[in-house]
């Protein structure tokens, strides 16, 4: 399996302008969750899908944030406007059938808002 | 609310050498899922181990190995004939088996470890 897969693994933007983020979870995991790693606050949970459903997005920072997850194998993280304060690195993990069972990341997305 | 503390920064160990990571954990539950991730410099995280609760038998991946303490919270991970590769950032992890609002996979703020040659 190729794993967690995610795109682009850099993204440079200026500030106001929107930017997408993507995953390919692993075939067969049901869980899809997305990360945020800044050096100031650690790694923060986003928000996480089950079957594709958005189950709990309490993490998500404001209203420029949104999720979705169309069908089981895509799933995106878009910010509209970017700001400086947004750039972090933007992780995706999946997870097999069961809340507990083990998260695998994938690569992140190192995101620079200018 | 579920706390995870690694209250070392960094560490450094010579090559072939054992060191041990440790982390202590705040909670009420009875039942929960502990884990260490490595983050290399490429920055992926990768499951370094996992630990159920509810095991007392402390989990064991080759040269990594837990020290589970339950009545004390405690968590170290030890790293046995340390290798170059194994530098990386490490980061304690603790979930609890529940689903929705109140559940997530709560991360340490990580230890740094560096092996030395």
């Known amino acids: 399996d190729a794993g967690v897969i995610q795109s682009p693994r850099h993204e440079v933007t200026e500030m106001g302008q929107e930017v997408t983020l993507r995953c390919k979870p692993i075939s067969g995991h049901d869980y899809l969750f997305w990360y945020r790693q800044t050096m100031m606050r650690g790694l923060e949970l986003l928000i996480y899908f089950n079957n594709n459903v958005p189950i709990d997005d309490s993490g998500m920072p404001e209203d420029r944030f949104s999720a979705k997850m169309p069908n089981a194998s895509f799933s995106t993280l878009k910010i509209q406007p970017s700001e400086p304060r947004d750039s972090a690195v933007y992780f995706c993990?999946?997870?097999?059938?069961?809340?507990?069972?083990?998260?695998?990341f994938g690569p992140g997305t190192r995101l620079t808002v200018l | 609310a579920q706390t995870v503390t690694q209250s070392q920064p960094e560490m450094s160990v010579q090559e072939a050498e054992t060191v041990t990571l440790s982390c202590t954990y705040d909670t009420s539950e009875s039942n929960y899922y502990l884990f260490w991730y490595k983050q290399p410099p490429s920055r992926q995280m990768i499951l370094v181990i996992r630990?159920?609760?509810?095991?007392?038998q402390n989990a064991t991946e080759n040269r990594f190995s837990v020290n589970f303490q339950k009545a004390a919270k405690s968590f170290s991970l030890k790293i046995s004939d340390s290798q170059l590769g194994d530098t990386a950032m490490y980061f304690c992890?603790?979930?609890?088996?529940?689903?929705?609002?109140?559940?997530?996979?709560?991360f340490g703020k990580g230890i740094t470890l560096s092996v030395r040659p």
């Open positions: 993990a999946s997870s097999l059938t069961r809340f507990t069972d083990t998260q695998y």
């Open positions: 630990q159920e609760a509810y095991k007392q």
């Open positions: 992890a603790f979930m609890k088996p529940l689903t929705g609002a109140n559940s997530k996979l709560t």
